[in-house]
């Protein structure tokens, strides 16, 4: 437990008071003290949006699978034509792409609410 100052009278009061005892005006919080909500609120941040794209690189993926499937049948019966050639390499990439980039932001989300529950 450590002792902080009262913003208003100057009061030496615990840092887990809600308010000052003294003039009764509500403790602010240093600096410090806010940092670790916000760790919080930022590996929140980076898990909702990894797990977005994560959901968006499956939309891409499934959609992918069942055109590749056309795809190929295609290139076996005449061979693929290079705008068919240059979507088969969207729908092959892209998805993998996004996953690796949604698992990226997760992890460093992870991370932050690890240190954030750390502080
Ligand atoms: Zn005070």
Known sequence: MALIKCSECGTDISDKAVSCPKCGCPLHKTEENQEPGKGKKRGKTFLISGGILFFVSMVIGLAGVSTQVGLNAKR????????????WMF???????FLWVSIILVIIGIVLLVTARKK
Do not use: D, I, N
């Open 91 to 97: 729908l092959r990439y892209v998805p993998e792409f």
């Open 76 to 87: 076996l019966s005449r061979g693929l034509s290079g705008a068919e050639t240059l979507e």
